[in-house]
């Protein structure tokens, strides 16, 4: 009996131990470039940085830093502090949004230098 009751206990501590060590994985990564952003899912964080290259639409411009291009839209009154400044340095903080066929960031926050990017 006293047998029993060890083994139950030892079975009981690395149940224990098993699930604390999965509750810790749960950590969210935030995206950090683009090619990321592509594969991950919908609703991750992402905090890109890079450079608006060009307009496509309304809110929606493209995107690049040294892993790829995607398109980012950006809220109605940032539109024109992105417009005057394709080229330059910025940084994106948004959330992955993707459908079917469309991979973008949607932007909560667009911060751009007086710095021209060297991203080719």
Do not use: W, Y
């Amino acid at each position: 009996m006293k047998r029993f009751g060890i083994i139950f206990a030892l079975i009981l501590a690395l149940c224990a131990v098993a699930a604390t060590a999965s509750a810790m994985d749960v950590v969210s990564n935030e995206i950090t470039n683009v090619a990321d952003a592509k594969i991950s899912g919908n609703d991750e964080q992402a905090s890109l940085e890079g450079v608006f290259v060009q307009k496509i639409n309304g809110n929606d411009f493209i995107f690049r830093d040294n892993t790829g291009e995607i398109i980012v839209s950006v809220a109605p009154e940032m539109v024109s502090k992105v417009e005057s400044s394709l080229g330059n340095v910025a940084r994106v903080d948004g959330h992955v949004s993707q459908d079917i066929v469309v991979v973008e960031v949607e932007a909560s926050k667009v911060a751009i230098s007086s710095k021209v990017a060297s991203i080719k």
